[in-house]
Every structure is written in C-alpha cells, then in structure tokens.
C-alpha cells in the first residue's frame, strides 16, 4: 500500500535591473557645474573682479613715471606794426629742443580711501565667488528638475500608451460582440470615442515630453536618451525639522551669502568715499633734463632733482563730498532690505517644499491604495462584462479610474522625490547632496579648501567650439555634444528616441510599453526567463520550476509534490532522487520560500490512529531530512502528521490507499 504526504510554499520576492550605461543624475549635476556658460561667465565674472583687487592693491606702491620729448621751434614770424605801437624783438629762426623727466610719486596718505577701496574690493571678490556658487546651486537645480521632469514625462507617456491598448482591447471585444448582434452600435461609437480620446490624451502626452527634452537641452547642451537614465534617490538625511533646516539655510543659502558681502562692499565704499573729507598727500622725487641752443630765448636749459611733499586739500565742491557719503548710506540701508526680502524668499521656499515633502508623503498612502482598488476592480468589472453583469460605461469608468490612479501616483511619487531635492537647494546643499562633492567646484572660487588663494588667468582667442564637434557655436545647436560618429550637421547626435526606455529604439522596438530598465529581447519585448507566462519585469517569484501554476505576481501560492511510499515504511524511493533535486533548486533560488511538509497514511481496517499518526510525522520527517541533506535550513521546514484522519484520496478503494 502506498502513502502519500503534501507540502506547501508561500514566498514573495523582487528583482531590479540598472543600465549599464546610464547617465545618472550625479553625473548630469556635474556635467551641468562644469560646460554651463551661466556658470561659465560667473567664474569669468569671478577672475575679472580678482583683477579689480590688484588694481586696488596697486595704489599702496609707488608711481614711476618717464617722458622725453623732442621738438623743432620756428619764432620771428611776427613783426613790428606800422604804426609802432608794439615792436618785436625776436630774430627769425628755427630752433631743436629736447627734454627727459624722470617723476617718482608715493602716496604717504589718502584719507585711508586705499585701504577702504581694497577691502572694498575684497567684499567684491567673495560677493563673486558665492555669486557664483549660487549660480553653481541655481544650475545643479534647474539639471535636477530637468532630468526629473524627463524620467516623470516618459513614465506617464508609458501609461497613456498602454490607456491607448486597452481600449484597444476593449474595442476589439465590443466590436466582436456588435458582430455577433450580441451588443448595440451606441456601445461601438462609446468605445471609439474613448479609445479617440485616449489617442488624443497620447498626443498631449507626447507633446508635453517632447518640451520635457528641449527643457534638458536647455540646461545640459544636448538632448537627453531617456535608455541611460536612472530614477535618483535623495541618499542624504533630510533635517529632523522645518525649524533647523530654517535656520541652516539663512546661514548658508548662497544667495544670501552673496547678500551678505554685496552690505560690506556697500559699508567699504561707503567709508572709501570718506577720503574726500581729508587731505591727500603725496611724496614726488622727479628728475628733468632738457636742453636748448643758445638762440633759443624761449626755453632754457634744466636738469633739476626735486624732491618734495605734495598736499592736495580741496576745501568747497558744493556739496559734493556729503551728497555722495549719504548716497552711500543709502546703498548700504538698501542692500540689508535686498538682504531681507532675500531671506523672506529662502524661507518661503523652504516652507513651500517642506510642506510638499510632508504632504505628498502623505497623499502617497491613499494613492496607492487608490490604485490598487481601481486595478481589483477593473480586473472584476472586465469579468462581469464578459458575464454581462456590467456595461461598457462602467467598464471604462473603471479603466479610467486605474489609469488616472496610475498617472497620479506617477506625478505624485516624482514629486515627492523633487521635493526633497527642493530642500536642499534652500539650504544650499543640492550640488554636495547629488554630486558628493562641494570641495570640487568651490576651490575654483577658493572657497572651503586649505589650499593658499590661486589665479587662473584666461586668454585669448577664446575657443569657439566648445565640444570639439567641428561645428562653430554660433551654429551648433547642442553645444556640449558627447564626441560619437553620428553628429548631424547642425551639431545635435541624431536622435533614436527609446520611449519605454528598455534599450531598444523604438524603430526595433515591438513592444513599446515595456517599463524602463526590464530585461528584453533583442527586439524589445520584455522576457519571461521561467515561463510561467509573467514577464520579469512583473515576476516576484522569477525561478518558478517548469509545469507550476502561478498566480498574477509569477508566484505559486501552493505547490504540491506527491511521493509515495511502501506499507508500514518511510523509506522514499531511490526514483525520486530528480523531483526532489528540482525541488531543492527552486528553494534555494527563492528563499522566500519555506515548506510545510504534511504526512499521511491510508485506513484500513486493522489500522491503529496512534501507530498511523506517528507514522505519517516520521514520512514527512523523512522527507525534510533529505531536503537539508540537500542545503535547505531546517528553519525553513516544518512537519506535520495526519495519519488517517484526513486522507488526501478515497481509502475505501485500493488505488486511493
């Protein structure tokens, strides 16, 4: 007589796959920091206000001045009148003269005005540098919301397409029905309608993904391809409260840094302008040495050494002096407003994204469950259609329901991520938080390094293609091109658009709702590696044995293995050596997996329920020693007996015992 035992398995589990190639979000940040031209022309801005430093600085040193002339000289053209009332006592000749001086000017004091100018200066310089740091902020952010907007564009034309092919779908069924004079011509002409709709939907999909790309190409020099971009993900902690992240970005928000040294350069000038109320004094040793001949009544011989103390006090300029010190006041009272309503801005800001980060956080919860009950309950309405339980209009109602849930939590969810990037920007932390390096771009400005202040001198001719396309600038229309052998003429990489994002381009595409990053064929249309009839991309359960009933997921929610055994006996046949070592792979390829391993024996009519109870235990025991043996824990395993009194085959027969 044989016995027989049953097990089952409960497990869930997931897989994800990143491009290989992919062009991150870091990756574009940096990009961005770096070929810019906003970002560009402040460090420019940067280097030419360090020049206006030197110029400042030289005013501390002496002047050396050198000038030599030489001349011809013709007199005695005019003579005397006739009437004798003027005479003329030059002789009419010509004349050579030369002359050479050689001044020395120091400047011993001038109201303090050079030192207040060279802090004037300074102020100027670092209002520079964190103006370009702001610029550096202002471009991380607009790539960030450039590169986010992409990936949320593409997604959702994801989901209007696959609107369009199922009302595709749904207008196949009805037509066939209209055919068979099973329905009615207002259900065909409502379908068309809808399905009209769902294409024009697409179009505008389309449209506003088409702008998402030109926005890209706007902040990074090139069009995006959408097959190497990867969702981000905030890998930063975010502040514990709006109140410190507040506070933290009215001291580092770089706007407001600029704010802050844009008042001392008003307060510098300010006091730079207070030298007119001294007096300027200044130290010259010159040096002349000219020379004439002896006809020359007009010039005379000099070569005289001076040496001498110059002072230059202007006493009344009608008002000049103070109208230009209270304009100044007024700069330095309008530049801390400046800063005020700055700081009003930062905050504001910050309010609007934490309040977003919160919110959407939220909304996120009832939108998921929002669209897990549309998609149950379109499942439902399309078999009660079928039965007839249902009409076309609460079909589609459904269909709308589940598309719209699909689309929201889309728009929500990138959102959500963008949000957090917003609070960062706030506090001046998005270049660091995405690119892992603020030290990088900062020290070009010298700012946050231990390394000495450094110039960088630029030149000229400046260089006029700036990506190396042999396409001049002013006729390239993406000028930060990747060197590859299909740019077009106009200076743009010929655009093979991949609308899922799965790596094929949709001119080899065949399946053009695959989601992004999904292992696919060659000719895009997405694997099922276990053929369990789920694709990958949507199998939780991806090494599911041949011949096993899956449910929607991939997974089997109950697999069932018989083994038989000998009368009285818990010996398992040497036959099952095979299904047992199948069984083991597919536990240890998904260890979500854990076994419950039932024994049973069959009644007859000497049977004993105690001798068979524990008989049944020892076979299911049996059983899961042989799948340890095999690798599998033992924490994954748990027996049962049930001896006879739950048979799994009718016992009153010989072939059900």
């Not at 740019?487 to 609308?499: A, E, L, T, V």
Request: some cysteine.
């Amino acid at each position: 007589m044989f016995k027989r035992y049953l097990f089952a398995l409960l497990a869930i589990g997931s897989l994800s796959f990143t491009s290989l190639s992919a062009l991150t979000l870091k990756e574009s940040v940096v990009e961005a920091m770096n070929t810019n031209p906003v970002v560009q022309e402040r460090l420019k801005n940067y280097r030419a206000t360090q020049q206006d430093l030197n110029i400042a600085e030289s005013e501390y040193y002496p002047k050396l001045d050198f000038r030599a002339s030489f001349g011809h000289t013709e007199a005695g053209a005019i003579k005397d009148s006739e009437d004798g009332s003027y005479n003329h006592l030059v002789q009419s000749d010509a004349y050579e003269n030369y002359e050479a001086s050689l001044i020395l000017t120091q400047n011993l004091f001038d109201g303090f005005g050079t030192t207040n100018k060279v802090d004037y200066q300074e102020s100027r310089i670092l209002a520079a540098a964190y103006n370009y740091i702001e610029k550096t902020n202002d471009i991380a952010f607009k790539m960030t919301s450039a590169y986010i907007n992409v990936l949320r564009s593409y997604e959702l034309l994801q989901t209007a397409r696959e609107n369009v092919q199922i009302n595709e779908s749904i207008f196949s069924k009805v037509k066939d029905l209209y055919n068979a004079g099973l329905t009615t011509d207002s259900e065909v002409k409502k379908i068309e309608s809808a399905l009209a709709l769902s294409r024009s939907n697409l179009t505008v999909q389309l449209n506003n993904t088409r702008d998402t790309e030109f926005s890209f190409r706007r902040v990074l020099g090139r069009m995006p391809d959408v097959s190497t971009m990867v969702k981000p993900d905030v890998d930063v902690p975010m502040p514990d409260s709006i109140e410190r992240a507040a506070l933290y970005s009215i001291n580092h928000n770089p706007s407001l840094l600029v704010s802050r040294y844009n008042i001392k350069g008003a307060q510098a000038l300010w006091k730079q302008n207070e030298k007119d109320y001294y007096p300027k004094i200044d130290l010259e040793v010159s040096q002349n040495y000219s020379d004439a001949s002896d006809r020359n009544a007009f010039d005379q011989p000099d070569d005289r050494f001076r040496a001498r103390i110059v002072l230059n006090y202007n006493i009344f300029r009608g008002g000049a002096d103070s109208a230009t010190s209270q304009k100044n006041i007024s700069k330095i009272n309008q530049e801390i407003e400046i800063q005020r309503d700055l700081k009003r801005q930062v905050i504001e800001g910050l309010d609007l994204s934490w309040n977003a980060y919160e919110m959407i956080g939220l909304q996120l919860k009832d939108l998921k469950e929002y669209k897990d009950f549309s998609a149950k309950t379109l499942e439902l309405y399309k078999e009660e259609y079928d039965l007839g339980r249902r009409s076309l209009l609460d079909l589609l109602a459904a269909q709308n329901d589940f598309i719209n849930s699909k689309s929201q939590i889309i728009t929500a969810e990138y959102e959500h991520l963008f949000s957090k990037y917003r609070i960062l920007d706030a506090m001046g932390l998005l270049p660091m938080a995405v690119s892992g390096n603020e030290q990088d771009y900062a020290s070009r400005v010298n700012l946050y390094t231990n390394a000495g202040a450094h110039e960088i001198l630029d030149s000229v001719p400046v260089k006029l293609d700036v990506d190396s396309d042999n396409i001049p600038d002013n006729e390239d229309l993406c000028d930060n091109s990747v060197l590859e052998n299909n740019i077009m003429p106009y200076g743009c990489k010929k655009i093979q658009r991949d609308s899922d994002g799965d790596g094929v381009y949709d001119s080899k595409d065949k399946d053009a709702l695959t989601p992004k990053n999904a292992k696919v064929s060659p000719d895009g249309v997405a694997l099922d590696s276990d053929l369990d009839g789920v694709k990958d991309y949507e199998d939780l359960c991806p090494n599911t044995p041949i011949g096993y009933t899956v449910d929607k997921d991939g997974c089997t929610s109950s697999l069932t293995l018989t083994v038989n055994f000998q009368k009285n006996s818990t010996d398992i046949a040497a036959g099952l050596k095979n299904e047992i070592d199948e069984f083991s792979r597919f536990m240890k390829n998904n260890p979500g997996f854990k076994a419950n391993i039932v024994g049973h024996s069959s009644r007859t009519a000497v049977s004993k329920a105690e001798y068979n109870l524990k008989l049944s235990k020892e076979r299911a025991d049996a059983f899961k020693a042989e799948l340890i043996k095999r690798g599998i824990s033992a924490e994954r395993l748990t027996t049962q007996g049930k001896g006879f009194e739950k048979p799994i085959a009718d016992n009153s027969t010989e072939e059900g015992r």
